[in-house]
């Protein structure tokens, strides 16, 4: 079965300062990568996925078969970057998501 | 036009109770979830719908759930002699499209329902 591991639970930072939040995962076939972000009192959102090679909000992530990991980051954290934020994994040709127990980021002044 | 709906937003029950909790997807959206969030501890899957179609229900955690979308809109989560276990969020999410690639078939959630059994 397919597993996804956020070893922090809370990662706090300064405001200006540089964002890593980890994610890894398991799965034998070829997954598709996701970061999903709930700010305070807000329903969760898609923030960006690993075919996009996207940037949102400043973020990245990139897919790491290698070490089968999709670290999210950031070079400059802001105030308004203060999240839950979860990485997920759906399986290759299905839809339903196998979702990490999430980061809490604090980025404080 | 607005997102998902889920209701209601709080529900408590006294242990044993029958619970009903109800999720308006996004209207023509054809695929709908129901996701499963414990405190502390990320969303887990329950049960897909395609239409009316149940298509997955290998995530429910007992068969005192059940879940049905009858028309293919509306879709109902039904929780049936309610433990303390279940008191959980319950969260509904719609995608548009009918193909089974999540990569281009971005979920929308609800704000969910927190169930609170006592």
């Known amino acids: 079965a397919q597993r996804v591991t956020q070893p922090e639970k809370l990662l706090s930072v300064f405001k200006g300062a540089p964002v890593e939040l980890k994610c890894n995962y398991s799965y034998s076939g070829s997954p598709e990568l996701f970061w999903y972000v709930q700010y305070s009192r807000q329903r969760l959102q898609l923030l960006l996925r690993h075919i996009s090679r996207e940037s949102i909000k400043g973020f990245t992530a990139d897919l790491n078969k290698g070490e089968t990991s999709f670290h999210l980051k950031k070079p400059f954290a802001q105030e308004e970057d203060s999240a839950m934020y979860y990485c997920?994994?759906?399986?290759?040709?299905?839809?339903?998501?196998?979702f990490g127990k999430g980061t809490m980021l604090l980025v404080s002044p | 036009g607005a997102g998902v709906s889920q209701s209601p937003r709080y529900k408590v029950a006294k242990r044993g109770q029958d619970v009903a909790l109800r999720c308006d997807p996004i209207s023509g959206h054809v695929s709908l979830f129901w996701y499963q969030q414990a405190l502390g501890q990320g969303p887990e899957f329950l049960t897909y719908?395609?239409?009316?179609?149940?298509?997955?229900k290998s995530g429910l955690p007992s068969d005192r759930f059940f879940a049905e979308r009858p028309e293919g809109s509306v879709s109902t989560l039904k929780i049936q002699r309610t433990q303390q276990e279940d008191s959980a969020v319950y969260l509904c999410?719609?995608?548009?499209?009918?193909?089974?690639?999540?990569?281009?078939?971005?979920?929308?959630f609800g704000p969910g329902t927190r169930l609170t059994v006592t």
């Open positions: 997920a994994l759906s399986r290759s040709g299905y839809s339903t998501l196998t």
């Open positions: 999410a719609s995608s548009l499209a009918r193909s089974g690639r999540a990569l281009t078939n971005e979920q929308y």
């Open positions: 719908f395609q239409n009316e179609a149940q298509l997955d």
